[in-house]
């Protein structure tokens, strides 16, 4: 197949290249930095965008068969100042998201043979802070800002389907990778020997491994049933409590230290309903498509990537 990706130099795009490539598909990646994939690799071919418009490259791309929409400004931002959810970052958080959103939608509007499958981002964050509610694809999307935000790009590519075109909300949890991913700001705490729960630790995260992220994708692009939205997350949500201690044996490292949720929401402000509320989330809706993870326990995981 020939498939577009945009943002695809990001953790999960890099990822999703290789696997396609390896499997023989042929890649073109949509990116602002197209010098960022470096070397060229067979099958492999980068297009420069500005992410708001299909201009110098929409008219001249052959028939595609599959579009993955992965942009979007990253969610803990490109340095550490950009934390703070400033109305700057606001902005740029969703109109990163609806700009790509939209050159993607006309200029398939405008394609004389449509992609037949179009898979939209997104992450669990659109069901906002729910507690320990075991939360699955039915379920409204939050009222918080990260939510809509999520919500809003998720429903601007609807038009898709009167195109013809089947659509696909890959709905993520915190990606566990060897670099690159939010596992980082988890291990350099039990590197420093500060590690442990934070808040409460009663929060649940979900979880997945980058191999089941990528090959969950390939899998929904594959599958003709698969449409709607799905969760990308481990069948085995756990609590922050949980997961401090499974981090700590995976490391030798003790998991001692408790950091106070008052001190988290005055350094991260907003964004620190990330680590300290969560979502529990259920894979049953991927799994009854005949989806198996390779990585369904934490342990394992996490052993796998440090």
């Known amino acids: 197949m020939k498939i577009l990706i945009s943002g695809g130099t990001g953790l999960i795009g890099n990822a999703l290249t290789k696997q396609l490539v390896r499997n023989g598909h042929k890649v073109y990646i949509l990116s602002r930095n197209p010098e960022k994939l470096g070397k060229t690799v067979e099958n492999v071919h980068a297009l420069k965008w500005d992410a708001k418009t299909s201009m110098g490259w929409g008219d ?16 803990n931002g490109v340095h550490p100042l950009d934390i703070w959810l400033t109305k700057r970052r606001r902005e740029q958080l969703l109109s990163s998201r609806l700009d790509a959103a939209r050159a993607l939608v006309d200029w398939m509007k405008k394609a004389e043979k449509k992609p037949k499958v179009f898979i939209q981002a997104s992450a669990i964050g659109f069901y906002g802070p729910q507690g320990d509610q075991v939360i699955d694809e039915n379920h409204p999307p939050g009222t918080d800002f990260l939510a809509q935000v999520l919500a809003k790009t998720e429903n601007f590519t609807e038009i898709i389907e009167t195109l013809g075109v089947r659509r696909v909300m890959i709905r993520t949890g915190l990606v566990f990778s060897t670099k690159g991913s939010s596992l980082e700001y988890f291990k350099l705490q039990f590197r420093l020997f500060a590690g442990g729960k934070m808040g409460s630790g009663r929060q649940y995260y979900s979880w997945i491994h980058i191999d089941d992220e990528v090959a969950a994708i390939e899998y929904l692009i594959e599958n003709q049933e698969a ?6 997350t481990s069948p085995h949500s756990v609590t922050n409590k949980e997961f401090a201690k499974t981090l700590g044996r995976v490391m030798r490292r003790p998991s001692l230290f408790v950091i106070p949720g008052f001190a988290m929401r005055l350094v991260l402000g907003e964004i620190s309903t990330v680590v300290l509320d969560g979502q529990r989330t259920s894979s049953k809706k991927l799994e009854s498509l005949g989806f198996s993870f390779k990585f369904p326990e934490l342990e394992n995981a996490l052993a796998d990537v440090i």
């Open 60 to 75: 001249s791309l052959e028939p595609i068969d599959v579009v993955v929409n992965l942009a979007g400004y990253p969610l």
């Open 227 to 232: 449409s709607g939205a799905y969760n990308l």
